[in-house]
Nanobody
Framework: QVLLEESGGGLVQTGGSLSLSCTVT????????LGWFRRQEPGQQREVVAIYTGGNYTVYGDDVKGRFTIFRDHTKNTVDLQMNSLKPEDTAVYYC?????????????????WGPGTQVTVSS
């Protein structure tokens, strides 16, 4: 079983900073992409915040470029998100995401996994 465990988040004023951290635990072969999505309103689709790809590229959502930075530690299976210059529109539930290789019936399978989500609220 693969688990994505998030920490961080909370309440901050406009212009402030927060950091999120996610650790991948459990039984898996390797991690491909690892990063963060967010959902700003219930019922909305999750949108990309930042992804650290298996090829060591970083991808950022247009709304967060220049303000958020993603860090990945391949040895610890963690991914962190440093969020600076936060705006009220960054208020959302943030989800850790992993595209992870696991073994199924003795063969590798690449699946998507999600953390439970952590609330980030930016007050105006």
């Amino acid at each position: 079983q693969v688990l994505l465990e998030e920490s961080g988040g909370g309440l901050v004023q406009t212009g402030g900073s927060l950091s999120l951290s996610c650790t991948v635990t459990g039984s898996f072969l390797s991690i491909n992409n690892l990063g963060w999505f967010r959902r700003q309103e219930p019922g909305q689709q999750r949108e990309v915040v930042a992804i650290y790809t298996g090829g060591n590229y970083t991808v950022y959502g247009d709304d967060v470029k220049g303000r958020f930075t993603i860090f990945r530690d391949h040895t610890k299976n963690t991914v962190d998100l440093q969020m600076n210059s936060l705006k009220p529109e960054d208020t959302a539930v943030y989800y850790c995401y992993g595209n992870i290789f696991v073994s199924r019936l003795g063969r590798p399978s690449r699946d998507d996994y999600w953390g439970p989500g952590t609330q980030v609220t930016v007050s105006s």
